[in-house]
């Protein structure tokens, strides 16, 4: 992979975990200043917590991996295992931060809970063929 495509590839990893682990922290927030005081709010703010600090941890590695790149102008192979995790990391968080999207609508009504849910689970396996067919690609 050339210096330009690996750099590339980073900083849309870094850019995706960002904008979704602020998402993730704007979630927390909003859970805990309400007044409800539900198990289900208290589930809400553990699974964004969880999908918040992955998306974190991946951000972290991309930003890292990228530098690396950048200062040393060459793709490294002492990097690939770093990179990697940070991209399990990243999809491992997103499917979290679904399942969060999902849980949150039983907080409204029993409606809200199963079409959230729903399109989560959908989203899910979306995602999921999507990541598939990509990987089958690389392999």
Request: a negative charge; aromatic letters at 10%; glycine letters at 8%.
């Amino acid at each position: 992979m050339t210096v330009e495509n690996y750099l590339a590839e980073a900083g849309a990893f870094a850019t995706l975990a960002g904008l979704l682990a602020g998402f993730g922290l704007t979630a927390v927030i909003q859970f805990l200043v309400t007044e409800n005081k539900s198990k289900l709010v208290t589930a809400c703010i553990i699974v964004f917590s969880i999908s918040t600090v992955l998306f974190t941890y991946s951000l972290i590695v991309s930003i890292l991996s990228f530098a690396a790149t950048a200062e040393l102008n060459e793709v490294r192979a002492e990097l690939d295992l770093l990179s990697i995790g940070g991209f399990l990391i990243l999809v491992t968080a997103i499917f979290v931060f679904l399942g969060g999207i999902g849980l949150s609508g039983w907080i409204r009504s029993k409606a809200a809970g199963i079409t959230t849910s729903a399109f989560a689970i959908i989203t899910m396996c979306l995602t999921a063929s999507a990541l598939w067919s990509v990987l089958s690609l690389l392999s």
